[in-house]
Each structure stands twice: as C-alpha cells, then as structure tokens.
C-alpha cells in the first residue's frame, strides 16, 4: 500500500510543479478616483483560490473579485490557465506598491502602480453625459512595431443601446486585444462610468499615419417618474424617455520611424522581448546511426504577431539528413500586447558513425525598450553517434518511415549524398524492418476502428452535463443580489441549448413564455437602467422549469447594437 501512495505522490508532483503565477495590471499609471484591475494568471492549472488581500488595504480599497479559466490543446500540447481578477480603487495619490501575494503554492512579483492627482485636461468634459478618450503608447514608433491604442468612452446617463465601432487606418494592421474593461473614474468630482477597449495597432510604412476620430451613437433613458402609476417607468414606457446621444474621440497622429539605415539583410524584428529555443537534443550526447532526432524549435515575441516571424529552419548538418515538418503559428495577447508564437519540428537521421556537431543558429532583433540591436542564439550542439545496431554502416536516411511527401531538400538543411559504393545489400534489413512496422501498424489501425466501432460513445453525455451544470450555476445566483451576475449565468444556460444567442434580447425574443420574458426585461431594468426596486422577481421560480422556447430551430430577435458596453459587475 505505501508503494502505491509513493506511485501516487510521484505522479502529482510533476502537475504541480507545471503551476507558474504571475500577476500584471491592466494598467501601470492611473488618475486618482479611477479604478484598475489586478490580473492573477496561474498556468498549468484550471482552479485556485483567491489569495489573502489585506496586504493591499493601506492603499488601496477592493471592489470585488472575478475567475475565468482555459484550457487549450495546441500541436497535442495542453495547456491550461486560471485568472483572477482584483478590482481595485486607489486610496491616495504617489507610488502605491502591490506587494508579493501567495497562489497556488506560489508568490507573485511585486507591482507598482502610480496614482497621479485628477487629470486637469479633462475639465471641459466633466460638463458632457458622454465622450470619448483616446491614447497611444508609445506615440513614436518604428515600422512593423506594435503601439497600444486605447480607446475609453465615458458616460453618467441610463444607456439603452449604442454602438462604438473599431478604429481604423491606412496602413495600419490592427487587432482588438482582450475583453472590454469596465470601471469607474472621476472627471473634476463627476463620476462617470467607463467602457475601455484596447487595441494593437502595427503600422506597415514609415511616416505620419492619422488614427481618424471614431463615432458612438446610442440611446440615453430617461426613467422620469417611476411613482407615476400610468406607467412602469414613467410616460415612455418600460424604460421610460428615449433620446439619441453621440459622442466622437479626437483624431490622434503616430509618427513612424523607419527601420535604422544600418540594420543590414536580415529580416526586420522589432519586438519588446524574443526568445528562440531548440528542444529534443538528447541529454548525454548520444546518438545512433539511422535513429531519427526529433528536434523542435520555437520562437517567441512579444509585441509582433505570429506571422510577423521569421520561417524556422536548421543550418546545414554535416553527415546527417533534416526532414522538416510544417511550421505552425499561434497569435495570442495579454489585454496589451500581442504573443507570436511560431514552432517546427525536424527529424534529423545520422548517417555515419563519430560525431555530429548541430551548428549554432543566431536571430537579430530589435529591443523597441531599449532601441538596441539583440540577438538570439542557439549555441552548438556537438552528438556522438554510434554504429547502428546491426554493425552495418548506414549511408542513407530510411525512407519508409518518413511521410511520402517529405523532403530534405529545403533552405538551412543539408541532404547527404549516399556512397555510390554502397552495396545493395545493406537495404535489405531495412526493408524487412520497415515492412514489418507498416504490417503492425495496420493492424493495430485495424483493430482501433473496429474497437471504436463496438464500444459506445460518451460523447453525448457531455451537452447535457454542461447544460445542467449551467443551469445549477444560475440557480445559485438567482438566490442572491447581484443582477450582472444572474444575467450572465442566465445567458450561458440559454447559450449552452441556443448556442446562436448572443444577449438577452436575443433569448426574449426566443421564448415563448411571456412571464420569461418580462422576468428578463426586468432582469434587464434593474441592471441597466438604475432600478430602485429592491424587490426582483423570483428568477429561480420563473425558470424551474427550464426555458420555454418559441421553437426548435432558431432563437430569433435582433443583434444588441451594444452587447459589450453594459457595465460588467465582478463577482
């Protein structure tokens, strides 16, 4: 029994140690009365309790907390993540530090925020209901390197709609990053709440490029007089008074540098960090004629997306052939900068016996922090390679094992030629071995298909686990008090039976059942439109039964002009 616990123990301590925490702000600099957002990432885990936040107390005040987590499977590769979200607002003005905090076993780096007194600039704007900010950073930059723009609409009135489009340039390639932020900031003592989005713009020529002004139009509700009993929330009906607003942000100019008249031939890579790595060179230094290395190379660079990067290939390899798979890219962000990730796998076969020496691999860049010149480097591998097994001296890679449509002649790998000498002969094992490979493998394909065959999928069984596991989720929200969270569990049980709904008005529309709807509409009011009522229907009840929908085929309604600009409540 003790063994099987040690067994047990030794399994798990490989998942833990896979946890890596880090923890960033959405921000680095703010205004005093403004609120930012902690963000705790836990890789290599999909739950973690939220940590010990009295640390933070002295400087700042915690509004409230919310979870998410991923789960992704790239090239067979897991990958799981779990964040953490920490609303704060800062106490005081100057440097506040965020100390070290403890996750999972693990503690965060420090953080420092700083908190500047109120922004003066914005004193004309404290007289309008709505507008809109813009900003860039760094507002000098070079071709091909991501600046983050920043786009904040700012509002003190009831909105019943609206729409805030992308920007957008000439000779720009842009990209939203993340999800909308939604916080509270002062502007001269008028509180204003705001919808932040964030995006990555990649200007592709040098010169002044105009980031033009953007447009939001909408819908202000006024609730008037919700004593009046000839309505539910005065004379213009259920959200009583309707007038249209607009507001438009000022046009902001990105000076664009050209690539350093020096930089020379090799590919232009301005990016804030890169790292270039190359796996599966085995640890004692050995290898076998005939034996394939698998190796696998990546890049990664912050601040340029996946397509930006350079093709990976190996340098010519005396006395081995290089059979390269397809490169594969992945683009991912971190709410401000953009990750490019790019990877690709080599199989690599010795054809001689002594030593095989894997030359260095070099990759300039360019630090945008810094402005410096950087290069990444792979440093030489040196391999010694025995006879192969059978004593025979291969003179040639076995070309049975490798995909018909692999090639070794490609840019940075080298084909050795085979010995014109060679006798016919040392084929032979060879065939014999790879024939009795390709037998055992259609057999066990075989026996796999007529196993799957037989055997019962579970697969079905996942939907509805999902939808009850949603629907129990909703059910514990609608016990308590807070309507962003109901309405939010609400709509991803409608999603996980109408995958097609994007929003509340979407799924009223979908149901069949007035007492439904109006339980949503006014799910909606006490949400959106600043509802005094502190006594909500009885949601739980309403959908005990499960939803009551119009048909089976489609959910109806009409797209939200502004499903992301409803303020989002952390738990």
Not at 111 to 125: E, N
Not at 350 to 377: E, H, M, N, Y
Request: hydrophobic share 40%; aromatic share 6%; glycine share 8%.
């Amino acid at each position: 029994m003790s063994r099987r616990w040690l067994l047990l123990l030794c399994l798990l301590l490989p998942l833990s140690a896979l946890a890596d925490v880090q923890a960033s702000l959405d921000r680095d600099s703010v205004h005093l009365g403004e609120t930012v957002t902690l963000n705790l990432r836990i890789d290599g885990s999909t739950s973690a309790s939220t940590p010990d936040l009295s640390a933070l107390d002295n400087d700042f005040e915690v509004l409230g907390t919310s979870t998410s987590s991923s789960l992704s499977i790239v090239n067979g590769r897991q990958s799981a993540q779990w964040m953490i979200g920490v609303a704060l607002r800062p106490k005081h003005v100057g440097d506040l530090p965020i100390p070290a905090l403890t996750v999972a076993g693990s503690q965060t780096r420090p953080l420092v925020l700083h908190v500047s007194p109120p922004d003066p600039s914005a004193g004309t704007d404290n007289r309008k209901d709505v507008f809109i900010e813009v900003s860039a950073n760094p507002q000098r930059v070079y071709v091909g390197q991501q600046l983050l723009y920043t786009v904040r609409l700012f509002y003190d009135i009831n909105l019943n709609n609206g729409s805030l489009p992308d920007p957008h340039a000439d000779g720009v390639d842009l990209r939203k990053l993340g999800a909308d932020d939604n916080y509270d900031a002062d502007r001269n003592g008028r509180r204003y709440h705001v919808i932040e989005r964030r995006y990555a713009l990649i200007p592709q020529r040098a010169g002044t490029v105009t980031i033009p002004s953007i447009e939001f139009q909408g819908e202000a509700i006024d609730p008037g007089n919700p004593n009046d009993p000839g309505s539910f929330f005065g004379s213009g009906g259920l959200f009583g008074n309707a007038s249209p607003v607009s507001a438009d942000s000022p046009p902001l100019a990105i000076e664009v540098q050209a690539a350093p008249a020096d930089w020379g031939s090799t590919a232009w890579l301005p990016a804030r960090a890169l790292t270039l790595k190359l796996e599966g060179v085995p640890s004692d230094g050995k290898a076998t004629v005939g034996q394939p290395l698998n190796l696998h190379m990546s890049i990664d660079a912050t601040g340029m997306p996946a397509d930006a990067l350079p093709e990976l290939t190996l340098p010519a390899i005396d006395g081995a052939t290089v059979y390269p798979d397809p490169s594969t890219d992945t683009t991912h962000d971190d709410g401000q900068w953009l990750d490019g990730h790019r990877e690709r796998s080599f199989a690599v076969f010795p054809q001689r016996a002594g030593t095989l020496t894997i030359p260095a691999v070099s990759l300039s860049w360019f630090d945008v922090q810094t402005g410096q010149k950087r290069v990444a480097t792979l440093p030489a591998q040196v391999l010694a390679v025995a006879g192969a097994a059978n004593g025979a001296a291969a003179t040639s890679a076995p070309a049975v094992p490798l995909a018909s449509n692999a090639s070794p002649a490609i840019a940075g790998s080298v084909t050795a030629t085979p010995a014109a000498s060679a006798p016919a002969a040392s084929w032979l094992p060879w065939r014999g071995i790879a024939l009795g490979s390709f037998g055992l493998w259609l057999l066990s394909v075989v026996a796999f298909v007529w196993w799957r065959k037989r055997t019962p999928s579970s697969a079905p069984k996942a939907a509805p686990d999902s939808s009850r596991a949603l629907r129990q989720a909703f059910m514990e929200a609608a016990r308590g008090n807070d309507r962003s969270a109901q309405a939010r569990h609400l709509l991803a049980w409608a999603r996980s039976e109408r995958p097609g709904l994007r929003n509340l008005g979407q799924l009223s529309d979908a149901l069949a059942s007035d007492v439904q709807r109006a339980a949503i509409e006014r799910l909606q009011q006490q949400q959106y439109a600043g509802a005094s009522d502190r006594t909500p229907d009885d949601l739980a009840a309403v959908f005990a039964q499960g939803f009551l929908w119009r048909d089976e085929s489609g959910h109806g309604g009409k797209d939200s002009p502004l499903p992301p600009l409803y303020p989002f409540k952390l738990d």
